[in-house]
């Protein structure tokens, strides 16, 4: 079984920053591609980004220049720094991990509980 928890989320002013942290752990043999994701009130969940075991990233067009993934393979751990935060990034977010749990087995996608962002104007 393979468990991802999140952290980092909160309430913060419209111009702040927030950075989100997400951990990897359990029966683990490897991570491919991490990434968060974010679902608003009333909307459909959306990609925010993602980044590849490799250290490659790719943003949505709405957090591009702003938003920065990155993580730390021998923890496990994938950060998403929040910055220059506006009010329509209000959303429960999400981590996701492409984890392989044994040497012959398929990626499979895992989900955090989810971290609650609020982005007061």
């Known amino acids: 079984q393979v468990q991802l928890v999140e952290s980092g989320g909160g309430l913060v002013q419209a111009g702040g920053s927030l950075r989100l942290s997400c951990g990897a752990s359990?029966?683990?043999?490897?991570?491919?591609?991490m990434g968060w994701y974010r679902q608003a009130l009333g909307k459909q969940r959306e990609l925010v980004a993602v980044?590849?075991?490799?250290?490659?990233?790719d943003y949505s067009n709405s957090v591009k220049g702003r938003f920065t993934i990155s993580r730390d393979n021998a923890k496990n751990t994938v950060y998403l720094q929040m910055n220059n935060l506006k009010p329509e990034d209000t959303a429960v977010y999400y981590c996701?991990?492409?984890?392989?749990?044994?040497?012959?087995?398929?990626?499979?996608?895992?989900w955090g509980q989810g971290t609650q962002v609020t982005v007061s104007s």
């Open positions: 996701n991990a492409l984890v392989r749990t044994w040497p012959g087995g398929f990626f499979k996608d895992y």
């Open positions: 359990g029966s683990i043999f490897s991570i491919n591609d």
């Open positions: 980044i590849t075991r490799g250290g490659s990233p």
